[in-house]
């Protein structure tokens, strides 16, 4: 058996469900609850992927869904890493929207309400937010991430401005576009996808997500970060020329990025 399931079946299935992946994130992942359930939106339900943790990650996780019955969770026996993890949570999602969160990011409490009210004014098939910066000690950065009202597939190609902890998106699109598997930044390789399909998505300008920068994240390390651009623009049917030179392109606007982030 891969993957166990412990669930409380809502008669009636909320409006949006929220993905949490989580691999040992015991230092991170009750704050991110937290900001959860502290949501004025109440309508929701989360689910919570541990991908095999080996610290406490999977006793918080247990004590939040004793504690709230619209959490429920699922453990993988083995490390999927954050692609599969979050596919699996999408497969058994109640919602009609699936919104992301990671186990280190926080929301701000009307995140939820304010979006989901330019969700319905737009009719929007994606959307996202603007995004403010904490350290791992929480220190924060006065940078903020801009969101465009409209984001078009090409202006997405030059740089990724949609975080995935502030991405909704209509589930029946990430059913179609799920995560892909590899060594690339799966969650930019879907926003381009869906793009390809919906045309553009809203933006809400305002940090709605507090994105936390860890030492040991994927984009952290600029060598491998490339690669993974190069791997995400090839996933998508771009050829090798063609993938290196929006590469380049990329890691030229994002310079502007990482020094504005910098948090001293």
């Known amino acids: 058996?891969?993957?166990?399931?412990?669930?409380?079946?809502?008669?009636?299935?909320?409006?949006i469900s929220i993905i949490m992946p989580a691999f040992n994130a015991e230092k991170t992942i009750s704050q991110s609850?937290?900001?959860?359930?502290?949501?004025?939106?109440?309508d929701?339900?989360?689910?919570?992927?541990?991908?095999?943790?080996?610290?406490?990650?999977?006793?918080?996780?247990?004590e939040a869904a004793d504690n709230d019955n619209r959490i429920r969770y699922l453990t993988h026996e083995y490390n999927k890493g954050v692609a599969e993890a979050r596919n699996a949570g999408i497969k058994i999602a109640q919602g009609e929207r699936i919104a992301f969160l990671?186990?280190?990011?926080?929301?701000?409490?009307?995140?939820?309400?304010?979006?989901?009210?330019?969700i319905k004014e737009k009719n929007a098939i994606i959307s996202y937010t603007a995004t403010s910066y904490i350290n791992e000690a929480g220190k924060k950065s006065g940078y903020i991430l801009q969101a465009s009202p409209r984001l078009t597939y090409r202006q997405l190609l030059k740089r990724n401005i949609m975080s995935c902890s502030s991405v909704i998106?209509?589930?029946?699109?990430?059913?179609?576009?799920?995560?892909?598997?590899?060594d690339m930044h799966e969650d930019y390789a879907v926003w381009l996808s869906i793009l390809r399909e919906a045309d553009h998505a809203y933006g809400h300008n305002e940090p709605l997500l507090i994105y936390r920068i860890s030492a040991g994240s994927k984009s952290h390390n600029r060598l491998r970060s490339a690669r993974m651009l190069l791997a995400s623009y090839k996933?998508?049917?771009?050829?090798?020329?063609?993938?290196?030179?929006?590469?380049?392109?990329?890691?030229?606007?994002?310079?502007?990025?990482?020094l504005n982030i910098r948090i001293r």
Do not use: C
């Not at 929701?44 to 247990?62: F, H, V």
């Open 33 to 42: 609850i937290e900001s959860v359930i502290s949501q004025t939106y109440k």
């Open 169 to 182: 998106v209509q589930r029946d699109a990430m059913l179609r576009h799920p995560f892909p598997k590899g």
């Open 1 to 15: 058996m891969i993957l166990w399931v412990i669930a409380i079946n809502n008669k009636v299935a909320p409006a």
């Open 235 to 258: 996933h998508i049917g771009y050829g090798r020329v063609a993938a290196f030179l929006l590469t380049v392109r990329y890691l030229f606007h994002s310079v502007s990025k990482r």
């Open 44 to 62: 929701w339900e989360l689910i919570i992927i541990n991908d095999n943790s080996s610290d406490k990650t999977a006793q918080i996780i247990k």
């Open 102 to 118: 990671d186990s280190d990011d926080l929301w701000t409490a009307d995140k939820l309400e304010k979006q989901l009210s330019l």
